[in-house]
């Protein structure tokens, strides 16, 4: 009977989409595969974005084994508007063909970017907010204020609720003591991703929203008990679908794969893909060298320093650079295993310590390779280096500090003309960038410049610092016009509380500066 109605609402109407999907479904309940197939594209050809109707094509195809069109299929339905069934029935598909999944703009039409992230009694955080950059986003603090923290706290809001790499993880040690469960917000532009962290599991309001996501422990080894024939497998069949995220919640592991031992086995595999593969690997990790290089000579495989014959092993390198060639090549080898480039991949990074051991030159550039060689990529990094802040915007960067208990998210004015010992001042909170001895003349000489009339032992002690530290870098201050204007003006201005102004933050700085700027010529 409702097939009888139905047709005739296609006799009165033929272009109703609807009455066609209806008959579909009830072709579909009846096992009746190729009616229901045939009714469904005719609801499609009425209306290209009936995406319900794409989505039990793709069913169809998945309970006949044919994966390659039921993916098509549900990607097609996904693209068209996001329901969380379709979500559904892509990951199981992945998972039966053994592969990874996510999301990226490509497939959904999301944009998977974080642009901000609360958290509510994860462990030191009690109440807490941070906003990110789309691009590059440096996260700077003292010792044991939470940084690590910060990225484990991202990865369990990223991380979809089957994800293998939260399997060993103990929930209960993220939540604040004396609190039943921890609370997080992902926000990605207008959408928010709620999780709820609970004694012994997550839970996920919007599990669907799950893009391509990489997080890294500070401390990673090698060992030569890694399955690296295994990997390279998985690299070639596109069947890379664990420890994505793993290392960031242990002290440390040793599951990183030399690439000189995975370039070896990738040559037993007999795959035309296999030399693009390789030379993708040589060419990335070299641009992350400086001084020597990654070098294939007829199936071997070493690093050479540059205009030396000498063949080194990953052993041979600095810890800072094997440390970046480990980080590089595991990289490499999640993005080609899914099966992206460094260019198309679309995700998130997170890596604790990113530049650690490495020469200040190579932290200085670091961000920028890694801005330039993922394109696509979100990182969001931790450091303790001055170095690497280098050059970066003011959204780029976030201080954590402790204010009245409770831990803030605090961003300045940016480093793009400043200088390092500026960086040191200001976003590492270091009272002098001179020794304590230096400081002291400093301020010996401040203090005999201040006075109005000196006598003739402090004349000649004013002397001598001048000398002294016009010898050194102090020298840039001793003689600069501008800075002794404003011992003047202390000197003149006594009435003025400037242990208040240190705690001005750069907007009030500056507008005390422009209330004040009359007073100096300069």
Do not use: C
């Not at 990335?284 to 690093?303: P, Q």
Request: glycine share 4%; net charge negative; proline share 2%.
């Amino acid at each position: 009977k409702a097939l009888e109605y139905y047709q005739k609402a296609i006799n009165i109407n033929p272009k109703y989409d609807k009455a066609h999907y209806n008959i579909g479904i009830i072709y579909d309940e009846r096992s009746e595969d190729d009616k229901a197939l045939e009714y469904y594209q005719k609801a499609i050809n009425i209306n290209p974005k009936y995406a319900k109707a794409y989505n039990n094509i793709g069913v169809i195809y998945k309970e006949r084994n044919e994966d390659d069109k039921a993916l098509e299929y549900f990607q097609k339905s996904i693209r068209i508007t996001f329901e969380e069934d379709v979500f559904d029935n892509l990951n199981l598909m992945m998972k039966s063909l053994d592969k990874a999944f996510f999301l990226d703009k490509e497939i959904s039409n999301l944009n998977l970017f974080i642009n901000k992230l609360k958290i509510q009694n994860f462990k030191q955080y009690k109440k807490f907010s941070i906003d990110f950059s789309e691009k590059i986003n440096i996260i700077i603090g003292q010792n044991a204020i939470g940084k690590t923290t910060l990225l484990q706290a991202i990865t369990l809001g990223l991380l979809k609720e089957d994800s293998s790499d939260v399997k060993t993880v103990e929930f209960d040690s993220f939540i604040s003591k004396g609190q039943e469960k921890s609370e997080l917000i992902v926000y990605h532009n207008d959408e928010e991703k709620k999780i709820e962290i609970l004694k012994d599991k997550r839970e996920i309001d919007k599990n669907y929203f799950i893009p391509f996501v990489l997080a890294y422990g500070s401390n990673f080894f090698t060992s030569k008990t890694n399955e690296v024939k295994e990997v390279a497998q998985g690299i070639v069949n596109k069947k890379i679908h664990k420890d994505f995220a793993s290392s960031i919640f242990v002290d440390y592991t040793s599951g990183f794969v030399n690439p000189i031992r995975l370039l070896e086995f990738l040559d037993l595999e007999k795959d035309e893909k296999v030399s693009e593969i390789q030379e993708t690997f040589i060419k990335t990790i070299n641009s992350f060298l400086e001084g020597f290089k990654l070098v294939a000579n007829d199936k071997n495989y070493y690093f050479q320093k540059d205009n030396q014959e000498a063949y080194l092993r990953l052993e041979d390198l600095s810890e800072g650079y094997r440390g970046n060639v480990l980080l590089i090549t595991d990289m490499l080898i999640k993005i080609l295993g899914v099966g992206y480039t460094p260019e198309t991949i679309e995700g998130i990074v997170l890596i604790d310590e990113f530049d650690k051991h490495l020469h200040p030159r190579w932290q200085s550039k670091l961000v920028n390779q890694l801005r330039d060689t993922f394109p696509k990529i979100q990182f969001i990094m931790t450091t303790h280096n001055p170095m690497s802040l280098l050059g970066r915007k003011a959204n780029e960067i976030t201080i954590l500090k402790e204010v009245d208990g409770e831990i803030v998210a605090e961003k300045k004015q940016g480093t793009e003309s400043i200088d390092v010992s500026i960086i040191l001042l200001e976003y590492f909170n270091v009272k002098s960038t001179v020794s304590e001895s230096m400081q002291k003349d400093i301020s010996d000489f401040n203090r005999l410049k201040l006075k109005k009339e000196l006598t003739e032992e402090e004349k000649k002690e004013l002397e001598a610092l001048e000398k002294f530290l016009g010898n050194t870098v102090a020298s840039n201050l001793i003689y600069n016009r501008p800075y002794l204007k404003f011992l003047e003006f202390m000197r003149d201005h006594k009435e003025i509380d400037f242990e208040q102004y240190e705690k001005l933050n750069d907007d009030e700085r500056n507008k005390l500066l422009e209330e004040f700027g009359d007073l100096f010529d300069d």
